[in-house]
């Protein structure tokens, strides 16, 4: 027998499967959001991730691979939110073993600037010093 569990002609058995697809995990999507940034921070100078904003308020996987993400956004009215969406979907479909995402915004939960990282938080606060983040 060959080290593919196969038979004596090394072909493998039909109950064997020939490949598989490795699950995604929460702690792998979460890096890829690391990649995605807040266009407004691109616009203030200092480009800061979802995550380090404290916008990504879930991350949820369903066993056949669909990867739920919901995103808190710092305005009710932010312009940006299809943008913002777009590029969670497309970063995080590249996750190995999601099959679909879905990313949705919470417009009932409300953004408050003591989400953000300490280091992002201290940076706006260095070259704003405006009070806003305090």
Do not use: Y
Not at 76 to 95: G, S
């Amino acid at each position: 027998m060959n080290s593919r569990s196969g038979d004596q002609t090394g072909r493998l058995r039909r109950s064997q499967p020939c490949w598989s697809f490795p699950m995604p995990d929460t702690t792998a999507i979460q890096t890829m959001l690391d990649r995605v940034v807040d266009p407004c921070s691109i616009a203030t100078g200092v480009p800061i991730s979802l995550t380090d904003m404290g916008m990504v308020q879930k991350v949820r996987l369903d066993e056949d691979g669909v990867a739920h993400i919901e995103l808190r956004l710092t305005s009710p009215v932010c312009w940006q939110a299809a943008n913002i969406i777009a590029q969670v979907e497309k970063v995080v479909a590249r996750a190995p073993g999601v099959s679909k995402v879905i990313c949705t915004v919470d417009p009932a939960s409300e953004w408050l600037p003591d989400m953000m990282a300490s280091g992002p938080r201290a940076e706006l606060r260095r070259l704003r010093p405006t009070g806003v983040l305090s």
